[in-house]
């Protein structure tokens, strides 16, 4: 085999390769990338020549013969700043040492411009894949938009709403049966809700679970201890207060997200309540803050630094040349974590 031109001692391109194999350069980068669509025969014979010249394909170029970058989107709208933190490292879990790069895209779904910033985002990073944790991932616009870019995504969702090789499955409404039975036991009658914003799928998902888990034990939510808060520490405490002013206040309160429930602390505290004596508390995700603040906080458990990871796992699969279908159904189980925040009702 004649040993490829070089100029100065410089190493083999792509050209080169592709000359000595007698194939085009669009085939080689297709052997490069892993592509399905190249002859058995063709792909050991271009594999052979990389080898014996030692060809280390340029990330850029490769990016840019690819039509695509090196880099994993992350498009979120979450008021939770912990949630995020976690989701991030999460999915640079799967990247680190994969060529793929993290890039995040913050917006607000309620904007006018939600949309067309969502699109340039995607056109403009021509993004090797999408990971879309909620509740952008529940917004069937945002998918059209992907798919109109033939651009891979993995949706991270309290229920399935999608083909298995785009999902991470959350089970949320499990969860939050969970803390319902652990209240209900514990002897909690008057039992409080504080709901996520309505535009979230996982409001009414863990709404829905504390419901059925109350009914497990005949019990049934009453719809007057019921707030709405918005997945913040700020909505927490004032739906907290607007329930612990009522002339029979609950003994316990679920709140949808950790943030709302060191919320929920907070308007007790200030009211002078004792936590879990006079007032018992569960949260939902079980952030890192939940075992740091006093009285560690009973919540439940998504795993979200995993979910992240599993859903970026997915995207790098296809980068080195597997099907995410042929991968297992990724999903998670809520489990309860029993702390300090919660006890037999006092009052």
């Known amino acids: 085999m004649n040993e490829p031109r070089r100029t100065g001692g410089k190493p083999a391109t792509i050209n080169d390769i592709a000359r000595l194999a007698e194939v085009s350069k669009k085939t080689v980068s297709r052997v490069i990338n892993n592509s399905p669509f190249v002859k058995e025969e063709t792909r050991k014979r271009v594999a052979a020549v990389i080898a014996e010249h030692g060809f280390t394909p340029d990330p850029q170029a490769r990016g840019l013969a690819f039509r695509r970058s090196f880099l994993v989107g992350m ?3 979450n008021p939770s700043p912990n949630y995020v933190v976690n989701m991030q490292q999460g999915v640079l879990d799967a990247v680190r040492g994969s060529g793929l790069e993290l890039v995040v895209h913050p917006c607000d779904r309620a904007s006018e411009t939600f949309l067309s910033e969502v699109r340039a985002f995607v056109v403009r990073q021509k993004l090797f894949g999408v990971v879309m944790p909620p509740s952008v ?3 069937d616009r ?3 938009i992907l798919k109109e870019a033939d651009c891979p995504y993995v949706r991270i969702a309290s229920v399935s709403l999608d083909e298995p090789a785009n999902m991470v499955v959350t089970h949320d409404s499990r969860g939050a049966a969970r ?3 652990h209240l209900a036991e514990l002897g909690h009658r008057r039992i409080a809700f504080i709901s996520g914003p309505d535009s979230f799928r996982s409001s009414h998902e863990r709404g829905a679970g504390f419901r059925d888990g109350l009914a ?5 939510l009453d719809e007057a201890y019921v707030r709405q808060g918005a997945y913040t520490f700020e909505s927490g405490v004032e739906a907290a207060k607007s329930l612990l002013a009522m002339p029979e206040p609950p003994t316990a309160i679920f709140a949808g997200n950790d943030e709302m429930a060191i919320g ?7 009211a002078g309540l004792d936590v879990p004596r006079d007032l018992s508390i569960v949260g939902f995700d079980d952030l890192p803050m939940a075992s740091r603040v ?4 009973t919540t439940v458990r998504l795993p ?3 979910m992240g990871r599993m859903a970026a796992e997915k995207l790098t699969a296809r980068s080195r040349g597997l099907d995410p279908a042929t991968l297992p159904q990724a999903e998670v189980d809520p489990s309860l974590v029993v702390r300090d925040s919660t006890a037999a009702p006092g009052r």
């Open 216 to 220: 497990e034990h005949g019990l049934k």
């Open 142 to 144: 945002v998918v059209a």
């Open 137 to 139: 991932s529940e917004d």
């Open 264 to 270: 929920v602390m907070k308007a007790a505290r200030d």
């Open 179 to 181: 803390a319902a039975r």
């Open 75 to 77: 498009i979120y709208d």
């Open 294 to 297: 006093w009285p560690n906080l």
């Open 304 to 306: 979200i630094r995993d």
